[in-house]
């Protein structure tokens, strides 16, 4: 029950960070603004949303890990491709830009690539 937890937080722990890096950039860069509202509110949303997301990464493979065991590559592809056609989705919806769904990509192929890492422990 543990290393569950620890591997929740650690999963946690990449996708919380690293799309704050991805983002970062294209801020930087000039391809995206900082988002309106209190930072401490949009960042406890994104934490909210990253739990449940983390949690569901980790207890998904533990609870089938007899079908990933040793496919953890296609574990992260399944799990990408639902992010990819997530940021896709929100794109082609208002006030979503394609810039912002390529951070997403971007920053969710690193992510997955760590967690899928992770999950061959």
Do not use: H
């Not at 650690?10 to 988002?35: A, E």
């Not at 639902?82 to 979503?96: K, M, R, W």
Request: aromatic residues 16%; without cysteine.
């Amino acid at each position: 029950m543990t290393r569950i937890f620890l591997s929740i937080a650690l999963v946690l722990g990449i996708i919380f960070i690293v799309p704050f890096l991805v983002y970062s950039v294209f801020t930087f860069t000039g391809r995206l603004t900082p988002p309106e509202g209190p930072p401490a509110q949009f960042l406890l949303g994104v934490l909210v949303s990253k739990m449940g997301t983390a949690a569901a990464f980790v207890l998904l493979f533990f609870l089938a890990r007899g079908v990933w065991q040793g496919r953890w590559i296609s574990y992260a592809l399944a799990w990408w491709l639902l992010f990819a056609f997530g940021e896709v989705g929100q794109a082609l919806g208002p006030d979503y830009t394609w810039v912002e769904a390529l951070a997403g990509l971007l920053s969710e192929t690193e992510s997955l690539g760590g967690n899928g890492g992770l999950q061959r422990t």
